[in-house]
């Protein structure tokens, strides 16, 4: 399946505890999250509330806290958590010698 997976870098690019980001087609842009326990997950970087940024939030464990209005979203399912209602579109990642990649066809149009 040669061409699925984009790759987009080393993981040592993102330190444990934060976010990077990445802009695709269509103005939309992707938020790489890297936990302090080690796990990375990509999710659309938007809140499904008012469309916070959620490169820029708090990292708790394997959940986000949108910067603008304290939403929790989990980065696993992309959910909003608690009474909160929402979901922020995940995108599938795998990490492969040391290298983070994204399903090509999650990113690209």
């Known amino acids: 399946m040669i061409g699925?997976?984009?790759?987009?870098?080393?993981?040592t690019q993102i330190e444990p505890g934060s976010a990077r980001t990445l802009p695709v087609f269509g103005g939309e842009e992707i938020a790489v999250f890297h936990t302090?326990?080690?796990?990375?997950?990509?999710?659309?970087?938007?809140?499904?509330?008012?469309?916070?940024?959620?490169?820029?939030?708090?990292?708790?464990?394997?959940?986000?806290?949108?910067?603008?209005h304290n939403w929790r979203i989990s980065l696993r399912t992309g959910e909003a958590l608690g009474e909160d209602k929402g979901c922020t579109p995940t995108i599938p990642l795998k990490i492969d010698g040391g290298r983070i990649f994204l399903l090509r066809e999650a990113v690209v149009a």
């Not at 699925?4 to 993981?11: A, H």
């Not at 999710?43 to 940024?53: D, E, F, I, Q, S």
């Open 36 to 68: 302090v326990r080690g796990e990375f997950y990509a999710l659309v970087n938007k809140c499904p509330h008012k469309a916070g940024p959620l490169s820029q939030g708090i990292i708790h464990g394997d959940s986000v806290t949108c910067p603008l």
């Open 4 to 11: 699925k997976w984009l790759d987009i870098g080393p993981t």
